[in-house]
């Protein structure tokens, strides 16, 4: 392979008139030697500079010596000097054998964790269960973890049709736990976010997994790294399947508008709790027909106002008496969210929203749709929204105060069910270094069942994450 480069080398040197760096450039992007972007470098620089840039490619990918680069152009000198400023300051390369760049990343989290009542889920709670129904004394409880750490990578192909071509496919281990002895600590990967997208200037395509469009935003929290914070508590958001189209324009260098449409896979939330290796319809399948999500956004400095909608049409089924029901499920909501920045240090960002049957993003979690024959057959309907300030005092130090509230309509509602969620979080994060943060939280919650005050809860959740980043 090294011969060969060389050889190529020789012929591009002989050829100095006829813009061989270009042609070059081009043959060797089609065996995968170097990529697209080097490529696309290559043919806007001249020749000769051409030709140094390819030598420098070649020098720190392994397949060229200096002494080789050095025999090479009329720039000798200015090859070598630059292979070998390349050799002493790049680590020893990773041979890929691939035509696509690929990046690595994620970030590896510690959470140490303890709770001063019960909830739904020790170590990333999102609201709290009735009071003075657990007999074991597990309500006071604390834990550590690192399944919220999460891995993905991200890459970048050839242009096709005048876009860029990219993607992303990332993991985390939230899926559940090995059902061992000590499988406690042995995470189930969960999948995240897949997709790949083309990007022309002001329209883009996308179709995977990714987040959906509609009420997008959330707060900032290394403890609810997973899910969103505030779930189930004022907070909206998911990542769905779904097929969408952006477009941008700009009126000027500090003022644009982005315009996003998108059909999602029709899930409102009623996934069961237990393990299955195989899908059955659920509420928002059995409508047949997508769901659709739209938001538009104004970006003026550095404010963005944006307005989402969402829609989706189902099918509830089961039993009344002996006979067999179907009623019809209209999923909708509206939502909109801000990102304010007020001086220096300080930024405002939330959502409020109002809609009905959005248990796929996190609205009245598990009790969006109820039985047919209860009140709430044909959803229940919601409303909420989350503020956050943000204070960065410095470049190392951040404060957020976040509050988050959601009323699902009480009248409904069956009794026991949560008609109040409230969360107050405060947090402070310390970044060390570029890749290294840590973080402690505390976070309140206040829940309230409906016509059972006497279950009414409210608790604490305590949190310290050490977050790794790369």
Same mark, same amino acid.
């Given at each position: 392979?090294?011969?060969?480069? +060389?050889?190529?080398?020789?012929?591009?040197?002989?050829?100095?008139?006829?813009?061989?760096?270009?042609?070059?450039?081009?043959?060797?992007?089609?065996?995968?030697?170097?990529?697209?972007?080097?490529?696309?470098?290559?043919?806007?620089?001249?020749?000769?500079?051409?030709?140094?840039?390819?030598?420098?490619?070649?020098?720190?990918?392994?397949?060229?010596?200096?002494?080789?680069?050095? /025999?090479?152009?009329?720039?000798?000198?200015?090859?070598?000097?630059?292979?070998?400023?390349?050799?002493?300051?790049?680590?020893?390369?990773?041979?890929?054998?691939?035509?696509?760049?690929?990046?690595?990343?994620?970030?590896?989290?510690?959470?140490?964790?303890?709770?001063?009542?019960?909830?739904?889920?020790?170590?990333?709670?999102?609201?709290?269960?009735?009071?003075?129904?657990?007999?074991?004394?597990?309500?006071?409880?604390?834990?550590?973890?690192?399944?919220?750490?999460?891995?993905?990578?991200?890459?970048?192909?050839?242009?096709?049709?005048?876009?860029?071509?990219?993607?992303?496919?990332?993991?985390?281990?939230?899926?559940?736990?090995?059902?061992?002895?000590?499988?406690?600590?042995?995470?189930?990967?969960?999948?995240?976010?897949?997709?790949?997208?083309?990007?022309?200037?002001?329209?883009?395509?996308?179709?995977?997994?990714?987040?959906?469009?509609?009420?997008?935003?959330?707060?900032?929290?290394?403890?609810?790294?997973?899910?969103?914070?505030?779930?189930?508590?004022?907070?909206?958001?998911?990542?769905?399947?779904?097929?969408?189209?952006?477009?941008?324009?700009?009126?000027?260098?500090?003022?644009?508008?982005?315009?996003?449409?998108?059909?999602?896979?029709?899930?409102?939330?009623?996934?069961?709790?237990?393990?299955?290796?195989?899908?059955?319809?659920?509420?928002?399948?059995?409508?047949?027909?997508?769901?659709?999500?739209?938001?538009?956004?104004?970006?003026?400095?550095?404010?963005?106002?944006?307005?989402?909608?969402?829609?989706?049409?189902?099918?509830?089924?089961?039993?009344?008496?002996?006979?067999?029901?179907?009623?019809?499920?209209?999923?909708?909501?509206?939502?909109?969210?801000?990102?304010?920045?007020?001086?220096? +240090?300080?930024? +405002?960002?939330?959502?409020?929203?109002?809609?009905?049957?959005?248990?796929?993003?996190?609205?009245?979690?598990?009790?969006?749709?109820?039985?047919?024959?209860?009140?709430?057959?044909?959803?229940?309907?919601?409303?909420?929204?989350?503020?956050?300030?943000?204070?960065?005092?410095?470049?190392?130090?951040?404060?957020?105060?976040?509050?988050?509230?959601?009323?699902?309509?009480?009248?409904?509602?069956?009794?026991?069910? /949560?008609?109040?969620?409230?969360?107050?979080?405060?947090?402070?994060?310390?970044?060390?270094?570029?890749?290294?943060?840590?973080?402690?939280?505390?976070?309140?919650?206040?829940?309230?069942?409906?016509?059972?005050?006497?279950?009414?809860?409210?608790?604490?959740?305590?949190?310290?994450?050490?977050?790794?980043?790369?």
């Amino acid at each position: 392979m090294r011969n060969l480069v +060389f050889l190529v080398f020789t012929v591009a040197a002989g050829c100095w008139a006829q813009q061989s760096a270009q042609v070059l450039a081009d043959i060797l992007e089609q065996k995968g030697v170097i990529g697209a972007s080097d490529r696309a470098r290559i043919r806007s620089a001249g020749n000769e500079e051409g030709v140094q840039m390819l030598a420098a490619i070649l020098r720190e990918k392994g397949l060229l010596s200096a002494d080789e680069a050095a /025999r090479i152009t009329p720039a000798a000198q200015v090859v070598a000097e630059a292979a070998q400023r390349m050799e002493r300051a790049a680590p020893e390369p990773v041979p890929v054998k691939s035509r696509i760049p690929i990046r690595l990343y994620g970030t590896v989290l510690f959470n140490a964790f303890s709770n001063t009542s019960l909830n739904n889920n020790q170590d990333v709670p999102s609201f709290q269960l009735k009071q003075g129904t657990d007999p074991t004394g597990g309500d006071k409880n604390f834990g550590m973890t690192a399944r919220q750490s999460r891995f993905g990578m991200s890459y970048a192909g050839p242009e096709i049709a005048g876009a860029h071509v990219g993607g992303q496919v990332e993991l985390d281990f939230s899926a559940g736990t090995a059902t061992t002895s000590n499988g406690a600590d042995y995470f189930v990967p969960r999948l995240r976010l897949a997709y790949a997208r083309l990007d022309w200037t002001n329209t883009s395509l996308i179709a995977g997994q990714d987040w959906s469009v509609f009420a997008p935003l959330n707060p900032t929290s290394f403890a609810n790294y997973s899910t969103a914070a505030l779930t189930s508590s004022g907070n909206l958001w998911a990542r769905l399947p779904q097929i969408r189209a952006e477009f941008r324009h700009s009126f000027s260098e500090t003022s644009k508008v982005l315009y996003q449409i998108a059909a999602t896979d029709p899930n409102q939330g009623d996934n069961p709790s237990t393990f299955a290796s195989s899908r059955t319809a659920g509420v928002g399948e059995r409508g047949r027909i997508p769901a659709f999500e739209s938001r538009v956004s104004y970006t003026a400095g550095s404010w963005t106002l944006g307005l989402s909608g969402h829609y989706g049409h189902g099918k509830n089924a089961g039993t009344i008496g002996t006979r067999a029901v179907q009623t019809s499920v209209d999923s909708w909501g509206v939502a909109g969210d801000w990102t304010m920045p007020v001086g220096k +240090f300080l930024t +405002f960002t939330g959502e409020a929203y109002q809609g009905r049957s959005l248990g796929a993003y996190g609205g009245s979690l598990s009790q969006s749709v109820l039985p047919v024959g209860t009140p709430g057959e044909h959803g229940v309907e919601t409303r909420g929204g989350w503020t956050q300030a943000q204070v960065n005092f410095t470049p190392k130090w951040q404060v957020n105060l976040i509050y988050g509230i959601e009323l699902p309509n009480p009248h409904q509602l069956t009794t026991g069910l /949560r008609d109040k969620d409230q969360t107050y979080t405060g947090n402070v994060m310390y970044k060390w270094s570029p890749n290294l943060t840590l973080a402690w939280e505390w976070r309140r919650f206040l829940t309230n069942f409906r016509n059972q005050q006497a279950f009414d809860e409210q608790g604490d959740h305590v949190n310290l994450a050490v977050a790794f980043v790369f």
